[in-house]
RNA sequence: GGCCCGUUCGUCUAGGGGUUAGGACGCCAGGUUUUCAUCCUGGUAGCACGGGUUCGAAUCCCGUACGGGCUACCA
């Protein structure tokens, strides 16, 4: 048999969206498992959708969780190019082939034309019902088609779907699939400026790359059977790749973040997205907005039935409404990281606006193995209990069939779960190479050795990266201040000699390491009749100003003696201060 | 609205005619660590509903409900 051959097709339009990293993973697990080759191709063919930047941003992703691509720009390849951009005239002469056989026709309807059949009637479909009353080469004269195409008159081709007749294929994830012809309309195939849809394109594409897996998300289930048509028609049936069309990945449920302190936040959030993304149909409404989400958010377990559209709402109530289904449930999409609070993109992608910017994966501080990892298994399971999975791992368990039916909703504790295992089954020096721009900066500039000391102290307590330096600060830095509760709890001034007695005891030390430090803390304890519970937390938040944090004799002994008896004689006069407040 | 797809603990899931319905995250409790975290032990909680088929249904069939996708000269 021949080596399989899958593709991950993008559309450059902004950033990629971590369920299109999902798919890209798939396709590349697939083909790696095989032996078989991925293909990346660039799917612009809207190039009033196009966003500089974004293909470099594409294979920026794939390149940091280590998926590259075996074809593709700028990665060579024998069935370039690899833009669609680059092949329109590949598609110009297919298109011409449907037409020239009949199975295509030339459309003239203006924009404006089909706007306002729509108006007239939700369900209006360009299909075998309404083609004869549209303005087209089937419906018009052929001189008068001619005469159209003489003047210059813009013009689509479309699919000419045929009257009625079963489509049937076969899903790997969903078995037999069905669609009845007579409820598909005729797709535009190619576009009034020359460039295909994308289902003319990827038919064409696939076919001429010979890909024979074809691994999307499911919102192009409902296409594929134009799909099917388009390839029997080309002659191409027999070779149709096996469709595989994912579960899509949701956004997590409003039930699972809504509580007393997201809602107020969440309410007023969303009023402000609605005036900002429909401003029409908010003018006058933002505060009747934020009161309504309020309620709505409050109750959450009835949620559903405050978004319910009723007969007697007014058409702002309505919008708003919609807007907030719209925003709560569904896909996941690139503005739940915002208003969550969690990446929904591997990479941070800077946009024109601050609005449209986002923060990555990576900037977040997730592990690229750990990002993998959570991905793989979001709509994937092995079949039995393993969940730690490196990518060579991944390859060899991954197949189409243990992929879900239903989607999957986000959920970023589970991800960060993931994230912390990682770090703490990651080596100390390749943690410290992730870590050293973060240090850098805050201004932070530690050697090696006391920076692999420091994230070996500190990896069972970090979750994301960022958690290193954020928890962990005072290694950098003297504390920026002390938690007053323990030393209102437990410091006592008049021992403030005695304190100072143990310090001058660690400053005698010759070797000041974590075992001399703590015999002579506890030689300390034992002479003055002292507890642990009573001379330690002292020690710790004179040190790092913190009750959290690593043993503190190891902690003491990084930190180096000049540096703790310095700051332990000025905590203990801020503790004083602190104390008697 | 129409078409298509789906539904097992709060979440991700295993299980596909006879199981004490298993695991993971989260949460709760206990232990270890005189902090925090890690780690260990235990607990919490689930087959959407209604009909069939069957000796027996979470599992097969039908319907309902609910969720999702699509319904562009976007992908």
Redesign the pocket.
């Given at each position: 048999m021949d080596k399989i051959r899958l593709r991950f097709?993008?559309?450059p339009t902004g950033a990629l969206h971590i369920g299109g990293v999902r798919t890209a993973l798939y396709n590349y697990l697939l083909a790696r498992k095989e032996g078989g080759t991925f293909v990346l191709r660039i799917?612009d063919?809207?190039q009033s959708?196009y966003v500089p930047g974004a293909e470099d941003y594409i294979i920026n992703a794939l390149k940091w969780l280590g998926m590259e691509p075996d074809e593709g720009p700028g990665f060579g390849g024998e069935y370039g190019p690899y833009r669609q951009s680059e092949r329109k005239d590949i598609y110009q002469k297919y298109t011409q082939q449907l037409i020239d056989q009949g199975d295509a026709y030339y459309a003239f309807?203006?924009?404006e034309e089909?706007e306002q059949a729509?108006q007239k009637d939700?369900?209006f479909?360009?299909d075998a019902g309404a083609r004869m009353q549209m303005r087209n080469s089937l419906s018009m004269k052929p001189e008068e088609v001619e005469k159209a195409m003489a003047e210059g008159l813009?013009y689509?081709i479309r699919l000419k779907v045929p009257d009625s007749e079963t489509v049937l294929f076969t899903d790997v994830i969903?078995e037999e699939?069905?669609?009845?012809t007579a409820?598909l309309?005729d797709k535009?195939l190619l576009?009034?400026?020359g460039?295909p849809?994308?289902h003319m394109a990827n038919i064409v594409d696939d076919h001429l790359m010979k890909i024979t897996h074809v691994i999307r998300g499911?919102?192009?289930?409902?296409?594929t059977a134009h799909h099917v048509l388009l390839y029997r028609f080309l002659g191409w049936e027999d070779e149709m790749p096996t469709f595989a069309h994912l579960?899509?990945i949701?956004k997590p449920?409003p039930?699972?973040y809504l509580n007393k302190s997201t809602t107020p936040v969440l309410a007023k959030r969303m009023a402000q997205e609605f005036a900002r993304r429909q401003p029409d149909e908010a003018k006058g409404y933002e505060s009747k907005a934020e009161n309504l989400a309020l309620q709505a958010f409050q109750d959450k377990k009835n949620l559903?039935t405050h978004l319910k559209e009723k007969d007697k709402d007014d058409a702002q109530k309505a919008a708003f409404k919609a807007f907030l289904k719209s925003a709560l449930?569904?896909?996941l999409s690139k503005r739940d990281g915002d208003r969550l609070g969690f990446p929904v993109f591997p990479l941070s992608w800077e946009g024109e606006t601050a609005e449209d910017s986002f923060i990555g994966f990576r900037e977040y501080g997730f592990l690229p193995e750990a990002t993998l990892n959570f991905l793989a298994?979001?709509?994937w399971?092995p079949?039995d209990?393993r969940?730690m999975f490196d990518k060579a791992a991944l390859i060899d368990a991954f197949s189409l069939e243990?992929v879900?039916?239903?989607?999957?909703?986000f959920?970023i504790?589970?991800a960060r779960?993931f994230n912390?295992?990682y770090i703490?089954k990651s080596d100390n020096a390749y943690l410290a190479e992730q870590l050293r721009p973060m240090l850098k900066e805050k201004g932070y500039a530690p050697d090696e050795v006391f920076l692999l000391q420091f994230i070996e102290l500190m990896k069972?307590?970090a979750v994301t990266l960022p958690d290193f330096v954020e928890n962990g600060y005072y290694f950098f830095e003297r504390p920026r201040g002390y938690e007053e509760k323990m030393i209102k709890k437990r410091w006592k001034p008049e021992r403030h000699t005695l304190f100072t007695e143990l310090v001058d005891g660690l400053e005698q030390l010759p070797d000041f390491s974590a075992e001399a430090i703590k015999a002579s803390s506890e030689a300390f304890m034992e002479k003055h009749g002292l507890?642990?519970?009573e001379v330690?937390p002292m020690l710790?938040l004179a040190n790092a100003g913190t009750?959290?944090?690593?043993?503190v004799f190891e902690m003491m002994e990084l930190l180096g003696k000049e540096e703790v008896s310095q700051r332990m004689r000025s905590a203990f006069n801020a503790f004083d201060d602190i104390a008697q407040s």
């Open positions: 097709a993008p559309s799917e063919t809207d959708r309807d203006t924009a089909l729509r939700v369900t479909k360009y813009p689509v969903r699939v069905a669609f009845d409820e309309d535009v576009k009034a400026d460039m849809t994308y499911e919102e192009w289930l409902s296409s579960p899509l949701l449920s039930e699972s559903t449930y569904g896909k298994l979001l709509g399971n079949g209990e969940e243990r879900n039916k239903a989607g999957t909703k959920n504790d589970k779960w912390q295992q703490i069972e307590r507890k642990f519970g330690l710790r009750m959290k944090g690593p043993a």
